[in-house]
């Protein structure tokens, strides 16, 4: 390369030409040293993220509670994720990394250690809400210093490197949960995860360095207030849509009235950011949405998850209340699936610098569309084997979704909106993990009390087939997208 390379002030390389960034050979050893340390925190967070979903079945004995109460652990948890992560721009731009990480390691640590100790139900959802805002900072930490300290050109290779922590984690989740489950007492899920976590901690508080700038900004707290019946409203009004314990209808009026309180506030909330925005102190700055890739990019990730997070919720409870397979034995059925998404990782990420988004979105949007419909049809006699091979069919599809959607999304944006960019994709993500799980499980629970588990499951997967179907059609609009500077104008 004849190009001279040098770095800019957010540790960015921009060629002295003024044209798009080159990639240097390698990236140096203290950038190594931040985004590897920040892995290794995000890997152990997020695996506590779906350590409970094989757990719920014996949590609901254990503590005495019915199935749509034991959903709240892990509705609860995303729900807590989409409130606090909205904040994060503001505490990234106020705090610096280290204490960032601190943070965020140290509330993760704080609720693993208390849901270790919990004596019933009430505090152990408490303690699942303080994990769940360590988990919410830690991953936009760990986008944004991406975007700061990995030029344009390597993006989609990192971004590859990266979902190996995002995915296998998910999919080690259940089978460690089994595992525990199968020589202990739930409380060891909570007790093993520990001292990693405080290991992770330790490693961060000792070699982390400071990335970027601090800047003084101020944080609205009307903007904090709003998001909590706005994503609270929407997510609750969904669980109880379909009439709640027992089939009744009561619950039919509070359930509307959650969803119009939610939509309500979500309105003033995006209309408070658009008014802040013009004094350039928004809690979540919405000019990002300017930028058409990253508009459709979070489009695309939405459906993603709503399809994701409900399927990740309903195999399990199909794998144990129809086909009868123990704690352990679920966790391994789901490992296959979970490996093979994170092994395709750094290929799919080499992939998209070459090819660009389209053919990639395309392929895993309709993979995922094929999965989906196949889970559908499943009964109580359906082969393991088969199921297993549908379940790492779908996280092809998967993989070849959020590498491209990520990376095509946050490109674009100039280096000021990268903080609230990674939290409004970070945002969107977890609220619609939370729709869709609550949704599909409601529709699971009503359809099963009135025709059986079977019927239950396959109105579920049908349901989540019919919403990645919109998958398919904004995979399709996907576009290559150039970096920008400082001040570049949307496009």
């Known amino acids: 390369m004849s190009t001279e390379v040098s770095p800019n002030a957010k540790g960015q390389s921009v060629q002295t030409d003024g044209t798009r960034p080159a990639a240097p050979e390698k990236m140096s050893r203290e950038s ?13 967070v ?17 503590l005495r509670v019915d199935a749509p109460t034991v959903q709240w652990l892990s509705t609860g948890f995303m729900l807590t994720m989409a409130v606090v992560i909205p904040t994060t721009g503001f505490i990234l731009q106020s705090l610096s990394t280290r204490a960032v990480f601190l943070l965020a390691m140290g509330l993760f640590a704080g609720g693993t250690a208390l849901a270790a100790a919990a004596p019933g139900f009430e505090v152990l ?6 994990q769940a805002g360590g988990t919410a900072i ?13 030029p344009l050109a390597r993006r989609g290779a990192v ?24 020589h202990f007492t739930w409380r060891f899920m909570f007790v093993f995860v520990l001292p990693v976590a405080l290991v992770a901690l330790a490693i961060g508080a000792k070699y982390l360095t400071n990335v970027g700038e601090t800047e003084k900004t101020r944080l609205d707290f009307l903007s904090v207030l709003l998001t909590v019946p706005a994503f609270g409203g929407l997510v609750y009004g969904l669980s109880q849509i379909g009439g709640g314990h027992g089939g009744q209808a009561a619950p039919g ?35 990002a949405f300017n930028f058409r890739m990253f508009t459709v990019s979070v489009l695309l990730m939405v459906v993603a998850m709503m399809a994701l997070f409900g399927g990740v919720i309903l195999l399990p409870l199909y794998l144990q209340e129809i086909r009868g397979l123990g704690s352990l034995e679920t966790g391994l059925a789901l490992l296959p699936g979970g490996l093979a998404m994170g092994l395709l990782g750094p290929v799919i990420g080499r992939l998209f610098d070459k090819v660009g988004p389209l053919p990639l979105t395309v392929t895993g949007s309709i993979l995922m569309v094929l999965s989906l419909w196949q889970f559908s049809m499943l009964d109580a006699g359906t082969s393991v084997a088969w199921i297993v091979t549908l379940h790492v069919g779908l996280s092809f599809g998967l993989a070849l979704l959020f590498t491209p959607a990520f990376t095509t999304g946050l490109n674009p944006l100039p280096p000021h909106l990268y903080s609230h960019g990674s939290a409004i994709m970070s945002t969107t993500q977890q609220v619609a993990g939370a729709a869709g799980t609550a949704l599909l499980v409601s529709i699971f629970a009503v359809v099963s009390a009135a025709s059986g588990l079977v019927a239950g499951m396959s109105a579920a997967f049908l349901t989540a ?15 290559k997208t150039e970096g920008a500077g400082p001040g570049h104008a949307a496009h």
């Open 125 to 130: 959802l408490l303690a699942r809400i303080v």
């Open 138 to 150: 830690m991953l936009p930490l760990l986008m944004t210093t991406i975007l700061t300290l990995v």
């Open 46 to 62: 997020i695996l506590n993220e779906t350590i409970m979903n094989v757990a719920l079945q014996r949590l609901m004995v254990d």
């Open 465 to 479: 087939t019919v919403i990645a179907f919109a998958a398919v059609v904004l995979s399709a609009m996907m576009r």
């Open 159 to 182: 971004m590859g490197n990266v979902s190996i922590a995002i995915s296998v984690a998910p999919a080690m989740g259940p089978t460690v949960s089994g595992l525990i489950l199968e």
């Open 253 to 287: 009026a509070p359930a509307i009235a959650a969803l119009v309180i939610g939509v309500a506030s979500l309105a003033v909330f995006v209309l408070r950011q658009v008014r802040l925005q013009k004094a350039e102190a928004p809690l979540l700055d919405l000019r």
């Open 32 to 44: 190594v040293t931040i985004i590897s340390t920040l892995l290794v925190a995000t890997f152990v």
